[in-house]
């Protein structure tokens, strides 16, 4: 069953207009867990998902939440996979496969229609960024510190921003002092502190 995200201690739904959205955390702050019950959410309200993550553990994480129906998801571990792929509202490729996710972004004909989460953003190359960072639905989420293109990441005009540590790097928001597993949220429209209420 999905856990519940909370925002000022209210529970708090997310949906395609918090998109773009930079999801930023030093390792065991709770900001991964939070990634995925993020994605979690859009999936049940009907978003069509492209999964690319560093470790299993996401793809494990997530499929706990969702419960015991996987139909709608599609694993896609080779190139031949990705022409079945978009009859599916979920593609979670092989993890760590950047070149399995640079051949997706240039194929898959509904790409356009897909909320892309890029997690441990930090683990991968400059090409997955150029090929996405301009995305109007990713979610980009890991420690922006140590990530390739951090710079360019810093500057861009994303809609929600979420810390669970202060990073190094000059953000656009204030992040105040963060106890552990909780985050720090500022969108357009709203501000505070994210937690995640597990089931």
Do not use: W
């Not at 015991?68 to 009859?87: P, Q």
């Not at 490729?93 to 950047?98: A, P, R, T």
């Not at 995305?135 to 809609?159: A, C, P, Q, V």
């Amino acid at each position: 069953m999905s856990d519940k995200i909370l925002l000022n201690n209210e529970p708090h739904n997310f949906n395609e207009q918090d998109l773009p959205c930079l999801i930023t955390y030093a390792e065991k702050t709770g900001g991964s867990h939070f990634s995925i019950t993020m994605v979690v959410d859009l999936f049940l309200k009907g978003s069509k998902i492209l999964f690319l993550t560093a470790y299993p553990m996401a793809k494990e994480n997530f499929l706990e939440q969702i419960g015991t129906d996987h139909s709608k998801i599609i694993f896609v571990d080779s190139v031949n996979d990705l022409e079945k792929a978009k009859d599916f509202q979920v593609v979670i490729l092989e993890s760590g496969n950047e070149s399995l996710f640079l051949e997706a972004v240039k194929t898959l004909p509904d790409l356009k229609e897909r909320v892309i989460l890029i997690k441990n953003m930090e683990v991968f190359s400059q090409e997955v960024f150029d090929n996405c960072i301009n995305f109007e639905k990713i979610i980009l989420s890991g420690n922006i510190d140590t990530t390739i293109d951090k710079d360019r990441i810093s500057k861009t005009d994303f809609k929600t921003i979420i810390a669970f540590s202060k990073p190094e790097i000059s953000l656009p928001i204030e992040i105040p002092i963060l106890e552990r597993y909780v985050g720090y949220l500022s969108s357009q429209d709203k501000k505070g502190l994210v937690t995640i209420q597990k089931n």
